[in-house]
């Protein structure tokens, strides 16, 4: 059966809408209050509340589907709820109410936690007990509009939390990790992966050279962008390439998964064909300077994405494929870059380049790559601190290597827009970092000059 | 390996390379016929088609044609007075820079955004209006390259004109179609209907068109409506609750730095404390770095002068039904 399957999930006719069988998916509980990458097998299984719930019942669903936890035969099982067209009870437009005779104690409830565990054992839905905590509590009536809703939507995730179906992609996937652990993607905000992709000028056909040091989230949204065509070639120094574990979140087919690949710095130098000597002083260089930076990145490198339930932390990162051994994949994402492919990009040159890595020196780095790039060649480095990036853009200034110089600052504010109520949120995020963007331009001055 | 895969024969360099033909073309010289962007400065950039017998007057002198054939994109090529340009490719960026300001442009910061977020990548059928400049349309048509397609609509029939000329000169007219048509009163076209991966709107009252854009959506699809006025915002997402999910709205902003290095002095060293920078620096040369008391530090600053306020975005899904 399997073998099948797999012939099905490598059609590249199938309907990146719906789920199929292998495929990754980004759940959502809650509207964002736990957010998890998950691999759709008939085994897998996610823990809601206190309950192990199958997801298989998600495979063949559209994306965008929302499901609700429900007890089947053999355990608890996610449902399909279907969203109405109905607007939602949020048009509120006038209040009447105030809450000047709301007294707050604990006797507002009259339904113990024993009766609420009593209605369960009867088999009472989630959206049933919320209806009866609404019935029997005495405030419920007096609160405002808007105190009600924040009532309702609070039982109704605690008594019958809603999973909503996403598709896995840059955005989302750098969104969820950004709310919940940044500091794995060096605190890069969808706002500033987006405008790298732009300032790098990633487009359909490129050869993009990147130093992607942040588990592959730059190289997953790259590869995105050039949807199976040219290179993403992700460079580093010494022998091991960067982890790029997060591009196994995105719905790779074979065709993106081939144009993902590595190659050392050395190599890409390297003025003879195939591996260089281990000789090369560049690689030895690169070597000694590489430990201390692997110790440093410690944490994230090990954070490699695990099945392991992580109850403090709430995003809980379960596609390891390994661990899923029915799903059997063409071809894996990160090979060592073809022969040929080096060839071209040492006669052409790369046409973009974008690097983020935290704990490398920008100049030192740029110094090293800038060459790889064709003339005209658009990059753009992303750092958490500005003063590296300044002291970059001066000296790619004094040594004239690029033109169109700029450091920006990506400031995104998100606002609640509701009737008579629209502000911005109070939560908001106080820095995306910060980019060096430009141009690479033919360093010699040519002999025409006068 | 399959390194290329289609091949046609190409008269000019296109903006972005959609197809591998193109791509060597992005590392080949500059001939006749190709759309260059001069750089001066960073704030001085001019689009311009190369011909044999073509000249480029500025202040720096004159600048013939003829001489830039041959040479790779990105040189530094000199005027007639040795003053120089630089000859680049063009980007979408660089394009936004240049392009002529018919109507009001969206810039980087806010069609970064709406492209990431709109999830458009290569392959989608995108829906757009109005066209204004065509300046998100360049974007939007690098994103969803080489097999994606891009219609937009303005009801303005020479802004729209302009646009379809715009997108021949940068090579996108193949990715982009140009329509001329009253989205606010008519809707997009049925053709479209349940088959757009992504919808934007920039137009004075969005909420006209909403109801159409629901239709022409695929389930789950994204659309993003960019208004300038709080207030336009507040109705686009009255009308939004019906078919929309996830609504959200965000301003997106961006701040640029100034670098220079300068001489930073010791309190104690700077006698008198009245030293001003200028003559701290003649100071430093005639003791040519010796014993100096002033260490040359890297200073970045925000630019004074930045846009405050481009527009609202919200973007909403299509709620799923089926
Ligand atoms: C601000 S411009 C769009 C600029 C564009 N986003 C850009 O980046 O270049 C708005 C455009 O919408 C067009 N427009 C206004 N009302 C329209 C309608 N009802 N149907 C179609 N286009 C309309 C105008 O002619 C104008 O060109």
């Known amino acids: 059966m399997s073998i099948i399957k797999t012939e099905e999930n490598s059609n590249q006719d199938q309907n990146p809408r719906i789920t199929w069988e292998g495929c990754s998916v980004l759940l959502d509980i809650n509207d964002g209050d736990r957010v998890l990458f998950a691999r759709l097998t008939t085994g897998s299984k996610i823990k809601i509340g206190n309950k192990n719930c199958s997801l298989q019942s998600l495979i063949g669903c559209p994306f ?108 989302s996937i750098c969104e969820a990790y950004f709310k919940k652990h940044a500091e794995k993607i060096g605190f890069l905000r969808v706002d500033t992966l987006s405008l790298l992709l732009s300032f790098a000028n990633v487009s359909a056909y490129s050869d993009v050279l990147v130093v992607d040091m942040l588990d592959g989230i730059i190289t997953g949204a790259v590869a995105e962008r050039l949807g199976g065509t040219g290179y993403v070639c992700n460079t580093h120094c010494g022998v091991a390439p960067y982890p790029i574990n997060i591009v196994r979140m995105f719905n790779f087919n074979n065709d993106i998964c081939q144009r993902i690949v590595h190659s050392s710095v050395s190599e890409l130098h390297s003025s003879e064909n195939g591996p260089s000597p281990s000789t090369d002083p560049l690689e030895d260089a690169c070597n000694i300077r590489s430990q201390p930076n692997e110790q440093i990145l410690s944490p994230s490198a090990q954070h490699a994405v695990s099945m392991e339930e992580n109850e403090d932390g709430n995003m809980e990162i379960m596609t390891d494929v390994s661990a899923s051994p029915k799903v059997v994949k063409g071809t894996k994402a990160g090979r060592k870059a073809p022969v040929e492919a080096i060839k071209i990009w040492k006669a052409n040159g790369f046409s973009s380049l974008i690097i983020a890595a935290p704990n490398l020196d920008a100049w030192d780095t740029v110094k090293e790559v800038l060459p790889l790039l064709s003339y005209s060649a658009s990059f753009a480095i992303y750092h958490q601190y500005l003063q590296p990036l300044a002291t970059c853009m001066h000296n790619l200034q004094v040594e004239k290597m690029a033109i169109g110089l700029q450091i920006s600052e990506p400031w995104l504010r998100e606002y609640q827009v509701l009737p008579s109520r629209t502000h911005p949120l109070m939560q908001m995020s106080a820095t995306g970092g910060y980019i060096l963007s430009g141009t690479r331009i033919s360093g010699s001055d040519q002999t025409q000059a006068k | 390996m399959q390194i290329t895969s289609l091949r046609i024969d190409l008269k000019y360099l296109t903006m972005f390379p959609f197809d591998s033909a193109k791509k060597l073309s992005f590392s080949r010289c500059i001939s006749d016929g190709d759309l260059v962007i001069v750089y001066e400065k960073h704030d001085n950039m001019k689009a311009v088609k190369v011909s044999e017998s073509g000249i480029l007057q500025n202040r720096f002198g004159v600048f013939k044609h003829s001489d830039w054939i041959g040479k790779p994109f990105g040189s530094k090529v000199f005027s007639n007075k040795g003053g120089f340009v630089y000859l680049l490719a063009p980007t979408a960026e660089l394009w936004t820079l240049v392009l002529s300001h018919r109507t009001q442009i969206l810039y980087v910061a806010d069609i970064s955004f709406v492209v990431m977020y709109l999830e458009i990548v290569p392959g989608c059928l995108v829906l ?164 100096n008391a002033s260490s040359l530090t890297i200073m970045a600053k925000r630019n004074g002068e930045s846009r405050g306020h481009t527009g609202y975005l919200t973007f909403a899904r299509l709620k799923c039904t089926v």
């Open chain 1, 64 to 171: 965008g589907s929302s499901f609700q936890v429900e007890d089947g035969k053999e355990g608890p099982v996610l449902s399909r709820v279907l969203q109405s067209t109905e607007g939602t009870n949020l048009q509120i437009m006038e209040e009447s109410r105030d809450n000047r005779r709301l007294v707050d104690n604990n006797s507002a409830q009259s339904l113990t936690g024993e009766d609420i565990d009593e209605m369960r054992r009867k088999g009472a839905s989630g959206d049933e007990i919320v209806k009866a905590l609404i019935a029997n509590s005495a405030t419920f009536e007096k609160k405002t509009a808007f105190s009600q809703e924040k009532y309702l939507l609070k039982k109704q995730k605690k008594y019958a939390p809603r999973v909503l179906l996403r598709r896995p992609f840059a955005r």
């Open chain 2, 128 to 291: 757009e209006s109005g066209t204004g400049s065509g300046s998100l349309t360049t974007s939007l048509a690098r994103a969803i390259a080489p097999n994606g397609h891009v219609y937009t609509f303005d009801f303005h029939e020479q802004r729209a004109d302009s646009a379809r000329d715009d997108f021949e000169r940068t090579g996108l007219s193949s990715l982009v179609t140009v329509g001329v048509r009253d989205i606010q009163g008519e809707g997009f076209p049925d053709e479209f209907l349940g088959r757009a991966d992504s919808v934007f709107l920039d137009l004075p009252q969005p909420w006209l068109a909403i109801p159409s854009v629901s239709k022409m959506l695929k389930q789950d699809g994204v659309m993003c409506s960019f208004s300038p006025c709080i207030e336009q915002v507040q109705r686009s997402c009255e009308t939004l609750r019906s078919d929309f999910t996830d609504i959200k709205t965000f301003e997106v902003l961006l701040h640029t730095y100034e670098v220079r290095e300068g001489n930073l002095w010791s309190w104690q060293d700077n006698e008198g404390g009245s030293m001003s920078l200028k003559s701290c620096k003649k100071r430093q040369r005639s003791t040519n770095g010796l014993e």
